[in-house]
């Protein structure tokens, strides 16, 4: 099993930045690739950026390409994304997840998820 806890979350003015954590428990993180999801209300949950075991190689949504960079620290089993230039329509619960291997995109391939942690962007 593999625990996450995502902090971070909160409201922002459009433009602001956030940047959220993600700590991860009970196997060995450098095993798993690492991602968030988010959701926003009435939405599908859709998925965000990825990062390698390793950290070298990243992947992002179209949505946020540019803006969000993901990261992880494997000393200290967390996972960061940072978030600039937010918008309103980058407000939703965000979600960290892990996957035992290689890079993901679907929710489908999800092994572990956290319990969520909310982004308000105000206009």
């Known amino acids: 099993q593999v625990q996450l806890v995502e902090s971070g979350g909160g409201l922002v003015q459009a433009g602001g930045s956030l940047r959220l954590s993600c700590a991860a428990s009970?196997?060995?993180?450098?095993?798993?690739?690492m991602g968030w999801f988010r959701q926003a209300p009435e939405k599908e949950r859709e998925f965000v950026a990825v990062?390698?075991?390793?950290?070298?190689?990243?992947y992002y949504a179209d949505s946020v390409k540019g803006r969000f960079t993901i990261s992880r620290d494997n000393a200290k089993n967390t996972v960061y994304l940072q978030m600039n230039s937010l918008r309103p329509e980058d407000t939703a619960v965000y979600y960290c997840?892990?996957?035992?291997?290689?890079?993901?995109?679907?929710?489908?391939?999800?092994?572990?998820w956290g319990q969520g942690t909310q982004v308000t962007v105000s206009s």
């Open positions: 997840t892990a996957r035992r291997g290689s890079v993901y995109s679907l929710k489908g391939a999800v092994d572990y």
């Open positions: 009970g196997r060995t993180f450098s095993n798993y690739a």
């Open positions: 990062i390698s075991w390793s950290g070298e190689s990243t």
